[in-house]
């Protein structure tokens, strides 16, 4: 098996207008922390992952904890595109200038 390390990106936009919703918002987001889950920017979480049938396991954990209402969206990509990613407005956080796209990073 050949692997070819990927990056998944959670996309989410959820109503968080009654408190059920954001207790909904609240869960979902700490799970997506537990498992790993980086933020990027509000609403946009990724992690890496070996390959993509080693991201179906977290596709798996995060499907058992959707909310009822809003819309959340998976997407692999790999490396080179995460990597090639351009940044129009803003800077890159400290996390991504530290780490990078380096497997091993000695503080």
Do not use: W
Not at 8 to 24: A, G, H, Y
Not at 43 to 63: H, M, T
């Amino acid at each position: 098996m050949r692997y070819q390390e990927m990056r998944i990106l959670c996309m989410f936009d959820l109503p968080v207008e009654t408190s059920k919703q954001k207790r909904d918002y609240r869960i979902f987001r700490k799970s997506l922390i537990e498992n790993g889950f980086s933020m990027l920017q509000y609403s946009v979480y990724y992690r890496i992952v070996p390959n993509r049938s080693a991201g179906k396991k977290f596709e798996s954990i995060l499907e058992r904890r959707l909310p009822a209402a809003g819309e959340v969206r998976l997407l692999y990509i790999s490396e080179k595109q995460f990597e090639d990613m351009k940044l129009l407005v803003g800077q890159r956080s400290k996390q991504e200038k530290v780490v990078g796209i380096q497997k091993l990073v000695v503080i």
